[in-house]
């Protein structure tokens, strides 16, 4: 099923913006961090990546659309936050449950990888949760390399 990528629209974007926040709190928690604090987290970095509340040239949130014209998840790229102007980096890559194992988050990053290009990128990071693993085994198929892992142990 071939998918496309369409920036998302002004109407939707601050109900994205509180599923992400939502979201992202909840992964937070999943990894231990306590529930206030991952909240304030998730707000920070939410709040520093679209401080107008829009997406921006550098910072895309893109609708994951199928042949039909149906919205199946959602992609959000970006510039990086180093100073390295050819780093561009994934945020977020959703497809939504129902439509999960067709091959759409393949293609999604694929997309991905083809926006960022287009806008000069030269290389695309990402950080995935260790208990995705179904995400870090499509990353690993898709040629991406682990630069960094982060580990814990509960006491």
């Known amino acids: 099923m071939p998918i ?5 629209a002004a109407e939707r974007f601050p ?10 709190t909840a ?19 939410l709040s520093q990546a679209f401080p107008e509340n829009a997406p921006t040239s550098d910072n895309a949130v893109l609708d994951l659309v199928d042949e039909s014209g149906n919205t199946v998840g959602y992609l959000w790229v970006g ?18 449950p129902e439509h999960r194992g067709k091959g759409l988050g393949r293609a ?13 990128a030269q290389t695309l990071g990402l950080s995935v ?13 898709l040629g991406y390399e682990t630069t960094s892992v ?6």
């Open 79 to 96: 510039s990086d936050t180093s100073d390295d102007p050819g780093a561009w980096w994934v945020w977020d890559v959703v497809v939504e």
């Open 4 to 8: 496309d990528i369409v920036p998302i």
């Open 150 to 155: 982060k580990m814990r142990k509960r006491l």
């Open 129 to 141: 949760f260790g208990f995705n693993t179904a995400a870090k085994a499509l990353y690993d198929s």
């Open 15 to 24: 109900a994205w913006l509180e599923r992400s926040l939502e979201e992202y």
């Open 108 to 120: 999604a990053m694929l997309l991905a990888e083809s926006y960022a290009r287009d806008r000069g």
């Open 27 to 45: 992964d937070l928690i999943a990894t231990g961090e306590d529930p206030d604090q991952a909240r304030r987290h998730a707000t920070e970095s």
